[in-house]
């Protein structure tokens, strides 16, 4: 299975780029629709495949005469660096990447990736809603081929692990966790006494299979969506960092589309956002069910405390380091005073 995923990505891929090669990729001869092409890592039962389906709806039935949406769910297109990279080219139009990637284009998008960084998912909410915070962060890498269009809600992320029930960062000495490829989170790992093994998701139901990594980190649904919990049987809600997946889209693209047509886009990625959040908490709810009752997976509720004493120096460390990320910060600060943290455990349980 994870072969013939392979070779697909790799048959679309160069058809992408004979695409590119031949200017044909958008379809411009006349009275040919354009094809825009979006792709992402997570399954077609997914909260972010049914928002990208809704997007591919609203703007088809909107323009349907002229842009022929496709999504391209699992990886189908690559990993999301890959993914990134064919958006920054042109080769496809849109992709989902989670903003720790994001993280290695401009060092602003490092802001997002702090661990504890929001009080509540309120406050981390409220912050992502605000554009005056957003827009300057989305727009930043306009230099490197691409920028935010919306964001998706990735809700809590938290260890769960194949033999070691983590209930304190103690417990994480000596263990290989998966964490996503960004300097930020290896940082985490270090800090909390753990080995970061920073890799592609696609690969890490294979590398707990092997025995290659100990464990990893991410929201429920990478339990029952991704199996993981097949392997996984201790998830513990140390809730150490709220990152939110971004949608984004190849600068040239947006840029070439007419006002009126852009209007439309620009609805639709509202529509995403929108629909990706309202199936959000079901989803996870759904999942940590499943997960316990038919999977066996053990839900642990550690006292958070000792894991954000572990990792608050990153706060600092960061700050002084990248003098920009500052003002956000402190904007950050007011939402969570103004959204404060539930009782421990509150909101996971």
């Known amino acids: 299975m994870k072969k013939s995923k392979k070779l697909i990505a790799l048959a679309l891929t160069l058809t992408l780029a004979f695409s590119m090669l031949t200017g044909c990729a958008g379809g411009n001869a006349e009275g040919e629709k354009i094809i825009v092409r979006v792709g992402h890592n997570q399954s077609t039962e997914h909260p972010i495949h049914i928002s990208l389906v809704a997007f591919e709806e609203y703007v088809e039935s909107e323009l349907g005469d002229k842009y022929d949406v496709q999504v391209y769910p699992s990886e189908l297109l690559g990993s ?36 504890y960084l929001f009080a509540s998912p309120e406050a981390y909410h409220a912050v992502m809603d605000d554009e005056e915070l957003t827009e300057p962060i989305y727009t930043s890498t306009g230099e490197a081929g691409f920028e935010v269009v919306t964001w998706f809600d ?18 994480l000495r000596g263990l290989k966790i998966r964490v996503q490829q960004s300097p930020t989170n290896v940082k985490m790992m270090e800090l909390l006494g753990g080995s970061a093994a920073p890799m592609g998701f696609g690969e890490v139901y294979t590398s707990l299979q092997a ?21 996984c049987k201790y998830y513990s809600y140390d809730m150490h960092q ?12 947006l840029e070439e589309l ?17 629909v990706e959040r309202e199936n959000w908490e079901t989803a996870v709810a759904e999942a940590k069910e499943k997960a316990e009752t038919e999977m066996g997976v053990n839900f642990l509720y550690p006292d958070q405390e000792p894991f954000k004493e572990a990792v608050l120096p990153i706060h600092e460390s960061t700050l002084s380091r990248n003098e920009k990320l500052q003002e956000y910060y402190d904007m950050i600060q007011e939402y969570n005073v103004e959204y404060p943290a539930q009782t421990n455990g509150e909101e996971a349980k």
């Open 258 to 274: 007419s006002d009126e047509d852009r209007a439309v886009f620009e609805k639709g990625f509202e529509i995403a956002n929108t």
């Open 242 to 253: 709220m990152i939110p997946d971004m949608l984004i889209g190849n600068i040239e693209f």
């Open 154 to 171: 990735a809700g809590t992320r938290n260890f769960y692990t194949k033999n070691t029930p983590v209930n304190s960062p103690a417990d």
């Open 211 to 231: 025995g290659i990594i100990d464990g990893a980190e991410n929201n429920e649904l990478a339990l029952t969506n991704n199996g993981h919990g097949e392997v």
């Open 80 to 115: 999301q660096t890959n993914m990134v990279q064919l958006t920054q080219t042109g080769a496809i139009n849109f992709c989902v990447a989670s903003n720790s990637i994001l993280e290695t284009f401009d060092d602003v998008f490092e802001i997002f990736n702090l661990p």
